[in-house]
């Protein structure tokens, strides 16, 4: 990120001033991981500026008070800049897939803009998760979109839920606003025919596994409520198929072809 000048300026994730309490002026010790960063791979040294941002939505000036061993600190200054909440909120909810395809497509919805990130589980998945596999990778996913998050320079955090099965996320999703399911049935609808506004604040884009969806899993969501979408003459992979489905929309409805920070976002 740069600041007015276009001068490179590093950001850093802080979740301890996401309670908006910190006073101008305070002392926030960095731990371990948060020190290293600054410190060891960013090369900081003491006096040198920063952005310190809470996940929330405000974006402190800072200043790295100590660079010592174990008494790293930055001292906090004023609001730099704050972003408001997304006029359109575009969810992704995507199929559990192998290996490390799910952080990619973390990385690529929150750059994108995405509010909230739903995996879920149907009949095609080859992935399973116990309970220590799901607590660890989601404790990874949100390092992941921590990390894109810095890196874009957006502050509002993505949100990250638990796995949850296909009929599960079919239930809740729908009554939060569109359901939008990327098929490559014959039966889905071409994605012009959703170029206006849903005049809907929340919209989730549904996308399967590697093996995509059973037409049994289709119908289901079709008689629920939901939308089979096209994304096109060629079979994409899952993890091109979520970031695909989300720049479309986000293109259509958010805010990827305004060419500028989201309304109400101010740089000070």
Excluded at 127 to 138: K, M, V
Excluded at 179 to 198: I, K, M, N
Excluded at 200 to 221: H, I, K, Y
Aim: glycine share 8%.
């Amino acid at each position: 990120m740069s600041d007015r000048r276009g001068e490179r300026v590093e950001r850093l994730y802080l979740p301890q001033l996401a309670s908006g309490a910190v006073a101008q002026g305070a002392t926030i010790a960095l731990d371990e991981g948060q020190a290293h960063y600054l410190v060891r791979v960013l090369r900081l040294r003491k006096g040198d500026r920063l952005r310190a941002f809470d996940g929330v939505a405000r974006e402190y000036a800072a200043v790295l008070a100590d660079d010592r061993p174990r008494r790293v600190t930055l001292e906090i200054g004023v609001v730099a800049r704050e972003e408001a909440p997304p006029a359109f909120r575009a969810v992704l909810a995507q199929g559990l897939a192998k290996q490390d395809k799910l952080d990619v497509v973390i990385q690529k919805a929150v750059e994108l803009g995405v509010a909230r990130v739903r995996p879920f589980v149907s009949r095609r998945a080859v992935l399973r998760l116990d309970a220590a596999e799901t607590e660890r990778r989601l404790d990874r996913w949100r390092k992941v979109a921590a990390e894109a998050c810095r890196q874009c320079g957006r502050i509002r955090l993505a949100e990250l839920d638990a796995p949850v099965s296909f009929e599960t996320l079919l239930d809740s999703a729908l009554a939060d606003g569109p359901l939008l399911l990327a098929y490559e049935g014959r039966d889905a609808e071409p994605l012009t025919a959703f170029a206006a506004s849903p005049g809907a604040r929340t919209a989730t884009l549904v996308v399967g596994p590697e093996g995509g969806f059973a037409p049994e899993e289709a119908q289901t969501a079709r008689e629920r409520g939901a939308r089979l979408v096209s994304l096109g003459p060629r079979i994409l992979r899952t993890e091109t198929a979520g970031p695909a489905f989300l720049a479309i929309v986000q293109y259509l409805w958010g805010d990827l072809a305004t060419g500028r920070p989201a309304t109400g976002e101010e740089e000070r």
